[in-house]
């Protein structure tokens, strides 16, 4: 905050009360009713960052020589954050594992009940979980392989904190009972709007570092970046069109209905996953993998194909979520075709990862942070033969409703997205807060334990339940009837669903320890100001690299 | 191509850029990389050409095989209709004491009744078809249309004030509620009518009394000996079995505010051998107990 | 090609114009001939329109997130059409801004549950799925039965889905919060102009069993009972021939 000029300062509160109005406004109009809790939620938390400034208004303003070092603030603000949003969704996670196997594990009001909290999961885990610790890494790995600084001090902050206002008033939208109910898409127009504002920001904030970067070439990380961030506009656009039915209620109308909208919103869902879900981790793994092992990159050429073929083909993909359904079934047959195809790029990365590591295997032996990002790239490679083994219309016939996509959604989302972050987060932290080390070596082993059994326990809980369940629907009676009613197989997945919160229980438990051991770091670097111990060697912004062979 | 550092490791060069202390290799793709994508192609290829595929402006390509999910549905199902019709025909035609005497017959109704009625009954009438506040217990023998499978068949085809046209109606009367019967008189029936099922509902004078309420209002339905009336489906009271609830409370409220209870009628829903077999499912139940 | 790529990747503009030309294609062949190749979605005249107070409920129907676990999709598969009746045709949710075709099954899928059941059950399973049925995983909505429906503002609710594509009239926009009282209330004048409007086969009925009052309950009902009735389209018998 002192590094912010004053200028700087100025245009912050400026916004800081842009939107506190906006948020009055939004409070006045939908007084008694959610929308006005919404407006409200943004009132406070806008003025309460005014405040902020305000307290800080008479620090001296920072000194030149602070543009020669990268700006890495809104980074470990954004590690942070990162981490309290693990803890905070997978509990979520943990409670409506718990309430599908006991349903009366809940209170008499309507925001806990299954269907408004199971989107505070999955916004929470993929938004803000998933979306802090892209922009938190992006920014480290954006200003590294560019060797320039940031280009402002206050559109990250912008960036980050406008962020995670969406995800604030989305999450506590879907417990007031607000939503556009698509999947990965559930935050109201108003909230949608906003995304879009944040998103042009951080957009900018890349192009106009990369145009001041002092490496010829853009890294590979950044190819990645660049396409979750674009791809990521487009598809949020599109899939969010609709018509507010007034600009003081929080409920609008889709765009488009039935058979096209379906085909929007799983070409919208399908590369939610594709550009957030793999693209920006991936270009995580880019950076932090080859850092932490000290190797280069097994194979550039290998990187051009899977960068490419993984943005050409998963946008044609989204169409294997709707087979058999009212969808035209050429669509299908294009969505099922490439998602095959699709392996060859996807397995490409992984397999480019893995070798990466060729020579430094006994790191990954030794150090647990390593080994994350290892098992991580290994779930990758899993969870993308699965997809397009389901991607398969004989294959969906029987997985597309049940626990199977749930399965797979898992060894992706904790065994590749959640594993690859922790794995970056560690290695970031210490770089970050100039530390030789994490606080304890020991706690990232514990926590890369339960985080890898908790994944097991889940993904193979799932599994059968999700097959048996698929299988118990299609089974008939040697006299050609249904051997078994829907309600045989509610009953059947019961210790399934048990298992399923005990693996998920496993997998908290590690990112709570994960939280304490980072907090304790930066808690440990506080103390220990001024003892520069160590931490990431980073070239000096500036001075052109030299490129030997241009 | 750049020339850069050769790695000690693998023994190739890098690309000779460097990012931060990250550089690449120029290992080539890996020969299997464009050997899966060539298949990956060729497979495409060939799956666009057969299946429908492509969009053409108002039309699409339909593929040489001419596959149709819906036309393939359409025809399994017949299929599968066809092969059930080797027992369930014999249940359509054959009168109901001749699919009972069929013990092979029988077989298939407890098969195939059993995921029909969960289901579709399940819901109200619950798993074990023993009801619940408001759905009457099909085990129970306590027929209000008739126990006949006939009857039953009859029921479930056209429901009890169901939305269809042919449905069977029933109602009992609000006598409070609308005001027919004042608050003692409908305390003394009430007590009367739980004395027919429990010894010791209440006091000899209420009884009593409401003996005669009961013979000035109720027997009309239910009957002089309050055994019910299959033509009005007005139960049994005299019985164990409630449907709303054998409490003082829950009498009460029934004569109070009336009930009109709510069965769906299945003749929309399934075919007329379904619900044949359900009737002879639903009676089975009865008999096991 | 390499070396194509190399200049590629020095240009940040040009690199990012060329992700989102390639990222393009796939969305643009498969989206944009839904709405022109006809056959898409089916003829069906006698399609209705949802009612003010089923549009309310359809509205509780997502703010409670009931789509998490319920299907409105059948596919064109033998055991689901066994299970749940015709597979489901497009034209069925033409109406549906957004569509609620679901993604999971924990709970059976609902594409034809409208008249299964009678209103008192749905109203007693809504209120807590364990009393009517024991094996139930289903959440308890018990606050629908005590919230009073919200309808002032559903003429403004069916303006907007007249914007987005929904043949309203001006008569059902001016009429809406009149018309889904009446909806709910048999005996009262306001029920007239409801079978007016959308047509005599509309449900006009005491959906929590309370004519007197509106509540969110009514309203949900009143949508749980017209699933799969807009049209009767996927019922005639040869589902293929339909808009081909
Ligand atoms: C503590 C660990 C976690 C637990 C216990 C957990 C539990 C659950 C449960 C119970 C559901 C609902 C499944 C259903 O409706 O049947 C769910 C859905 C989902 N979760 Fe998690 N989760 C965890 C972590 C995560 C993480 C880390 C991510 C992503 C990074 C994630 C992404 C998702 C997604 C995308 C869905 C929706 C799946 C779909 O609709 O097909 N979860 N989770
Ligand atoms: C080659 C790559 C992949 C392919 C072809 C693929 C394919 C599929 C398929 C076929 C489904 C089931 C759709 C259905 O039946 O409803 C699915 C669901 C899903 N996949 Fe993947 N998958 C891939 C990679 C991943 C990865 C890496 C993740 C990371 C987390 C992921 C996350 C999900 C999610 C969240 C869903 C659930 C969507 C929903 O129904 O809500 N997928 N995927
Ligand atoms: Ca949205
Ligand atoms: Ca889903
Ligand atoms: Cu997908």
Redesign the interface.
């Known amino acids: 905050m002192t590094k912010l000029t004053v200028t700087e300062r100025q245009i912050g509160l400026i916004i800081c009360l842009v939107v506190a109005a906006i948020g009055l406004a939004m409070a006045a109009a939908g007084r008694g009713e959610p929308f006005g809790v919404q407006g409200f939620t943004v009132l406070l938390l806008a003025l309460a960052l005014s405040g902020f400034i305000i307290a800080r208004w008479d620090a001296p303003p920072p000194d030149r020589s602070l543009l020669e070092h990268y700006y890495d603030d809104p980074t470990k603000v954004g590690i942070v954050l990162t981490m309290f949003w693990a803890v905070i969704a997978m509990f979520v996670g943990v409670w409506v594992a718990a309430l599908l196997a006991w349903p009366e594990l809940t209170f008499d009001a309507a925001w806990a009940s299954f269907g408004r909290l199971r989107p505070v999961h999955t916004s929470g885990v993929i938004f803000g979980f998933g979306g802090n610790a892209l922009i938190a890494t992006s920014f480290h790995v954006l200003q590294r392989t560019s060797r320039a600084r940031l280009p402002d001090q206050l559109s990250p902050w912008f960036v980050l904190i406008g962020y995670n206002l969406f995800c604030i008033v989305a999450a506590s939208g879907y417990l007031l009972g607000i939503t556009q109910s698509k999947e990965y898409a559930e935050p109201e127009w108003y909230a949608d709007l906003w995304l879009v504002i944040v998103w042009i920001v951080y957009f900018l904030i890349f192009v106009r570092t990369l145009a001041r970067r002092k490496e010829p070439h853009i890294y590979v990380a950044n190819w990645y970046y660049m396409a979750f961030i674009l791809v990521v506009a487009i598809l949020h656009i599109v899939n969010n069109l609709a018509v507010p039915i007034s600009f003081g209620s929080a409920k609008s109308y889709s765009a488009f209905s039935g058979v096209q909208d379906a085909m929007t919103q799983w070409w919208y869902g399908h590369n939610a996953v594709a550009f957030f879900l793999t693209s920006g981790f991936l270009g995580m793994m880019y950076y932090y993998l080859p850092k932490r092992a000290g190797r280069p990159i097994f194979s550039y050429p290998l990187s051009l194909i899977s960068f490419w073929g993984i943005t050409f083909m998963y946008m044609w993909a989204g169409s294997h979520h709707l087979h058999y359904t009212a969808l035209p079934q050429w669509v299908q047959t294009l969505g099922m075709t490439f998602s095959l195809v699709l392996l060859v790029p996807s397995w490409a990365s992984a397999g480019n990862a893995l070798a990466t590591l060729n020579g430094a295997w006994h790191k990954v032996r030794d150090d647990a942070t390593l080994r994350f990002m290892m098992v991580a790239a290994v779930f990758y490679g899993l969870s993308t033969f699965e997809g397009s083994f389901m991607a398969i219309r004989a294959v969906n016939s029987l997985s597309h409703y049940t626990d199977w996509t749930i399965g797979h959604v898992h060894g992706g989302a904790l065994g590749w997205v959640a594993m690859i972050t922790f794995g970056s987060i560690y290695a970031l932290v210490q770089w970050m807060w100039k530390r030789p080390a994490i606080y304890s070596p020991k706690l990232v082993e514990v926590h890369f334990w339960l985080a890898l059994s908790g994944t097991i326990v889940y993904v193979f809980s799932m599994w059968n339940s999700g097959i048996i369940q698929g299988l118990m629907w299609r089974t008939y009676n040697e006299n050609g009837t249904l051997a078994y009613s829907f309600l045989d197989t509610v009953e059947a997945m019961h210790p399934y669903y048990v298992a399923r919160t005990f693996g998920g229980l496993l997998f908290l438990l590690g990112a709570i320890v994960g939280t304490y051991n980072v907090l304790m770091t930066i808690r440990q670097a506080r103390l220990e100001r001024g003892v520069e111990a160590g931490g990431e060697v980073d070239l000096p912004l500036g001075r052109p690299a030299a490129q030997p062979g241009e | ?4 550092r050769r ?1 000690p ?2 023994g190739r060069t ?17 020969k299997v ?1 464009l050997f ?2 060539a298949i ?2 060729l ?2 290829l060939g ?2 050409l057969l ?5 053409l ?5 339909k ?1 040489l095989l001419g ?8 025809q ?2 017949a299929t ?1 209709k066809a ?2 019709a080797a ?1 369930l025909d014999k249940i359509q035609a054959l009168d109901f004491a001749a699919i009972k005497s069929d013990p092979v017959l029988m077989q ?1 109704v407890t ?2 009744g ?7 009954c ?3 009438h ?2 074990k078809a023993t009801g ?4 009457p217990d099909l085990t129970a023998k306590s027929w209000l249309w008739g126990g006949e499978p006939e009857k039953i068949a009859e029921t479930i085809g056209i429901g009890i004030n169901s ?1 269809n046209d042919d449905t069977r109606v029933s109602q009992m009367l609000a006598f409070g509620r609308d005001g027919i019967l004042d608050r003692q008189k409908i305390t003394d029936v009430v007590t009367y009518v739980r004395s027919l099922s429990m010894p010791d509902a209440g006091s000899v004078e209420s009884i009593e009394a409401g003996r005669e309420v009961f013979a000035g209002n109720c027997v009309a339905c239910h009957g002089k000996d309050a055994k019910g009336m299959h033509e009005q489906g007005a139960p049994d009271l005299t019985d164990s079995h409630w449907i709303y609830g054998g409490t003082l409370q829950d009498v009460y409220s029934t004569v109070y505010s009336g009930r009109q ?4 009628n299945w003749n929309a ?1 399934l075919t007329p051998a379904e619900i044949k077999l359900l009737a002879l499912y639903v009676g089975q139940l009865g008999q096991a107990k | 090609m390499a070396d194509l790529h190399r200049k590629l990747e020095r240009s940040a503009i040009r690199f990012m114009l060329a992700i989102i030309a390639v990222a393009s294609i796939g969305g643009l062949v498969e989206i944009a001939p839904l709405f022109t190749i006809g056959s898409t979605v089916e003829a069906a005249p006698d399609m209705r329109v949802y009612t003010p107070l089923e549009v309310a409920g359809r509205n509780i129907y997502m703010r409670e997130g009931c789509y998490a676990c319920h299907s409105q999709m059948i596919r064109s598969l033998r055991d689901e059409v066994e299970r749940y009746g015709p597979y489901s045709l497009a034209v069925e949710s033409k109406y549906d801004h957004p569509m609620l075709w679901g993604s999971k099954r924990t709970g059976p899928d609902l594409a034809r549950i409208g008249e299964k059941y009678s209103d008192a059950w749905q109203v007693a399973h809504l209120n807590n799925p364990r009393d009517v049925v024991p094996q139930s995983i289903m959440p308890a909505y018990r606050w629908l039965l005590r919230t009073p429906l919200k309808t002032d503002d559903l003429g403004r609710h069916l303006a907007a889905l007249r914007t987005v594509g929904v043949p309203y009239t001006d008569e059902m926009v001016a009429n809406a919060p009149i018309d889904a009282y009446g909806q709910s209330a048999p005996d009262d004048d306001k029920a007239r102009g409801v079978t007016e409007r959308y047509g005599k086969a509309t449900h006009v009925r005491a959906f929590d069993g309370n004519p007197g009052e509106l509540t969110e309950m009514d309203a949900l009902v009143a949508y749980l009972q017209i699933l799969g009735g807009l049209t009767d389209a996927a019922r005639k018998t040869d589902q293929t021939a339909l808009g081909e």
């Open positions: 191509m750049d020339v850069g790695d490791v693998t890098t690309t000779g850029h460097e990012w931060n202390g990250i550089e690449e290799l120029n290992t080539p793709v890996p990389v899966f994508l990956g192609a497979f495409c799956y666009w299946m429908p595929a492509w969009p402006g108002s039309t699409y390509t593929g596959n149709d999910q819906r036309r393939i549905v359409d399994e199902v599968a092969q059930r027992w298939d098969k195939a059993h995921v029909l009625f969960s289901d579709n399940a819901a109200c619950g798993i619940g506040p408001g759905f939305t209870g709510h069965m769906p829903r």
